[in-house]
């Protein structure tokens, strides 16, 4: 018993100290951020956007999540487990609502894992890997569309062999580990990575949307690198929901390319509020549990939250 409550001490503590580095590293980068920046010409910036073109990039934004939701089933097939694109929609913003507003605690993958787990009996570890593979095919997309980037914007002092190179090899080296140890992810290989493509498609154009809001005339490519390069970044869970990491490779990357710095904050931050606005709307489901159609014998959203933190030995009250 004494064990049980120690190990449950000790994960409480852990949760605690992760949540607290997680605001303290989003709050010094902030800072470091607005040091540079000032952010008075920020709020100018921002109320002078064009707000036709913001909903341009809230739709792109919106398909792209759309395509990321479709591709995190397509690896749950992988693993036997089978959902309606409709269902798997409305799980996959529960879990983007939860990783936003859950920082210290389990998160949206957590609740995912602990929910189809629940329901459908199938394997955890299965499960996690599913959530795994499909965080690293967006993120050997987000390197292939980087990669082609970096190739054709001059000035990088990048010889044009090495990214080509590195991804080619980088993808062989991908494909095969998957083939020999993780066989039966391979079976949607394309099509989960056709589809992690155009994820990220998705989010450029949402970014060139961004920067058309902003009145920028022209010099689209160097930003949009920019704007890769940290999302490279934020797949890090270094900060609450990549806020603060993005802006300070905004701050940084325009200062190594010349870029406006005042621009490229802004529009890290249009996204971060485009994403959060996304995150938002899985709180329907919390309040309105009976629209995901479950059996009657699965908890309902939030029970299902306080579910997991029970097992794990963490109390919702550390969030």
Known sequence: MTILVLSRYKKKLWS??????????TGLSLYLVFKKVKITDVREAFEHANIFYLLF????????????????NTFFKSAGVYLSGTLNFKVYLLGMFYNLFLPGGIGGDGY?????KKKYNARGRDLLLSI???????????????????????????????PIVVMILGTGVYWLVIYIYFNKYNTHFLQAHIKALLVQSMLVI??????????????YLPYLLVFLVSSLVAVFPFTVGGLGARELVFVYGANYLALNQHMAVLISLLFYCISA??????AYFVFNPG????????SEPSQVVEEVFEEEGRLLEIV
């Not at 809001?213 to 010099?219: F, R, S, T």
């Not at 606005?277 to 899985?282: E, K």
């Not at 629209?291 to 699965?298: A, E």
Request: proline fraction near 2%; charged fraction near 10%; glycine fraction near 6%.
């Open 57 to 72: 990039a809230l739709l792109f934004f919106v398909i792209s999540q759309v395509i990321a939701s479709s591709r995190l």
């Open 206 to 219: 949402c970014a060139i949307f961004l920067l058309y809001a902003l009145h920028l005339e022209g010099g």
């Open 277 to 282: 606005m996304m995150c938002f709307s899985g």
């Open 16 to 25: 605690f100290t992760k949540l607290f580095l997680k605001l303290f590293i």
């Open 112 to 116: 995912k894992v602990f929910l189809l």
């Open 291 to 298: 629209k995901l159609v479950w059996n009657n014998n699965l």
């Open 132 to 162: 795994f593979f499909d965080r690293l095919s967006g993120l050997w997309a987000l390197c292939l569309i980087t990669s082609v980037f970096i190739v054709f914007i001059p000035g990088l002092h990048i010889p044009i062999w090495i």
